[in-house]
Structures are given as C-alpha cells and as structure tokens.
C-alpha cells in the first residue's frame, strides 16, 4: 500500500500586472483506481462543489 502524504492547503495567488489580483486556498485530494487517499494538500474532508 502506497504511504499517503499530507502537505499544507495550496495557495494561488492571481497577479494582474505584478499586483495581487486574488487569493485562493486549494485543497486536494489524490487517490488511487480504488478510491484510497493517497496525498493530501490541506482538508481532505472539507466539502466541496465541483
């Protein structure tokens, strides 16, 4: 079984001529073909709508 690794959420930021347009907090999930989570970046449990 792969080892699942856990990294802090990702953040984005959206420059407009060098200037911070916006900012946005990822979280991310990877699993494998049987569902099983295999690397993390913030909440894995924090609900979405994709």
């Known amino acids: 079984m792969a080892q699942r690794t856990k990294s802090p959420a990702i953040t984005v930021r959206l420059l407009r001529e060098g200037i911070i347009e916006s900012v946005h907090h990822v979280q991310a999930v990877v699993c494998d073909s049987r569902g099983r989570v ?3 970046a913030g909440d894995a449990e924090h ?4």
Do not use: A, D
């Open 38 to 40: 295999l690397s993390v």
């Open 47 to 50: 609900p979405t709508f994709i």
